[in-house]
């Protein structure tokens, strides 16, 4: 990542002046070379041994810098302290899991400063209808309160250079689940049910999702009990109705 976007993404990191900060994925030190200069207390994990041995050398001198050499998925890491903010370029191949990792935490990240692959930011940021809209947006509504573009970064900005551009975004954490959820199990099962098949009915999505095993009648009668419509389309549902879905599909 160029000086340019390090200082962007570090700008926000620092925006709700966090005392402690999280970075996935140092690797040369973009992001943590600024991040070392301000008064956050800084944990950056990297996996690749040479580079974390740099990393280490780099900022010996520094009691506000630890390194990590281990892959933050598998680290046994939760939060210490409220208000902690994770900053990371994440790879777009476990963009989903580390997602998951952070936002799923409790008590959990209150923000993340995360850059990742253009068409992921779109699938995270998607409104009901269009083609970018499923599961991983409705994961996001879920446990976040707030998604915002901090700034769209060319592949150049990279090195090594990506194939295809990048957008950081700004992640504030939900304090609690949301409470009209009677059950994140149902919820969003019905999410995956109503996107099993997104060129059918939401009725004939939700029979042939495996994972439910709904007959006819008990769809029928799901749907009607979250007074939705069965000829719509999943894609077409916002997240209070899934809400409503989960919810019906919980009292089956």
Partial sequence: MD???????????????????????????ALTVPLAETDCEITAYEIDVTLAAAL?????????????????????????????????????????????????????????????QYEVAERLQAEPGT????????FCQYY?????QVGILPAGAFWPQPAVDSM????VARDQPPEQVTSPTTFFAAVRGGFA????????????????????????????????????????LDFDEFVRLGNALHAV
């Fill in 197 to 236: 098949h997104r060129r059918k009915t939401l009725r004939n999505s939700l029979r042939g999702a495996r994972d439910l095993g709904l007959t006819d009648r008990q769809a029928d009668a799901i749907l009607a009990t979250a007074g939705l419509d069965g000829q719509r389309r999943g894609e077409t």
């Fill in 144 to 148: 976040a309160a707030q998604v915002s």
């Fill in 56 to 116: 280490r050398w780099l900022f010996s001198d520094l009691s506000n810098v630890t390194i990590r050499e281990e892959d933050f998925l598998e680290a046994d890491y939760v939060p210490a302290e409220s208000g902690t903010i994770a900053v990371g370029n994440l790879p777009y191949y476990i963009t989903s899991p580390i997602l998951a990792k952070l936002l799923e935490s409790r008590p959990g990240f209150a923000g993340l400063v995360i850059t990742v």
């Fill in 3 to 29: 000086a340019g976007a390090a200082s962007r993404v570090v700008g926000e990191v620092t925006r709700s002046s966090p005392r402690y900060v999280v970075e996935i994925g140092a690797g040369l030190g």
């Fill in 168 to 171: 950081t975004l700004s992640i």
């Fill in 131 to 138: 083609k970018e809209y499923g599961p991983l947006t409705l």
